[in-house]
Each structure stands twice: as structure tokens, then as C-alpha cells.
């Protein structure tokens, strides 16, 4: 069973809903740690093991989806990837919020 999204309201990999790409809690410097979670109102949650936050809570320029490869006759081939976060990325939006709204934290 895939880790379900830890966001307030997202429905993102419970039964019925497609799957979507979810990223784990950083393991970084406690100042990231917390911004992500003011960023999802989960500041006062202990279990930190099972946050997870889905692809849908991130600009699509902060996740990687591919690399390049530099090839020998000069060109680059474009290879699909696992999704992985920009190191400095937090989770910018709620489900029930327009893209307008975004807020930085």
C-alpha cells in the first residue's frame, strides 16, 4: 500500500484515488523540519517517521522527474526518474487552496 499524504484534508493514495508520488519528512536541519510542518499544521505531531507530503503540495520546478545523460557524440538524453525534492523545498499549498493563494512559509 502506498504512504498516504499527511496534508489536511488530501485524499492522495487513500483507497479509490490514482496513485501520486509522495516525498518523507526531510531528515535535515530542524528549521526545514519545522517549516514543513507549519507549512501542513502539523507542529505538534511526535511521530515524524510517517509524515509523508504528495507531489500535488509542491511547484512543479521543485521536483525532479528526470536527468540527462551526456552522451559521446555531444548530445544529452533526457531520462525519466524517480520524483525527488529540491533539498530547500516545503510544501507550499493545502488541497482546499486555489494556486493563487499560495503562501510561503
Known amino acids: ?3 498516504r499524504c499527511s496534508a ?3 485524499r492522495s ?5 490514482p496513485y501520486t508520488p509522495v516525498f518523507k519528512l526531510p531528515n535535515g536541519p530542524p528549521d526545514l523540519v519545522n517549516r514543513w ?5 502539523r507542529e505538534g505531531i511526535r511521530d515524524l517517521k510517517n509524515v509523508f507530503v504528495c507531489s500535488k ?18 548530445t544529452y538524453l533526457e531520462v525519466p526518474a524517480k520524483p525527488k525534492l529540491q533539498k530547500d523545498a516545503v510544501p507550499r499549498f493545502l488541497p482546499w487552496m486555489s494556486t493563487s493563494s499560495l503562501f510561503v512559509i
Open 57 to 74: 503540495h509542491f511547484l512543479d520546478e521543485e521536483i525532479q522527474t528526470s536527468f540527462s545523460i551526456h552522451q559521446p557524440d555531444g
Open 1 to 3: 500500500m502506498p504512504n
Open 8 to 10: 489536511p484534508g488530501c
Open 37 to 41: 510542518l507549519r507549512a501542513l499544521c
Open 13 to 17: 493514495n487513500y483507497a479509490g484515488e
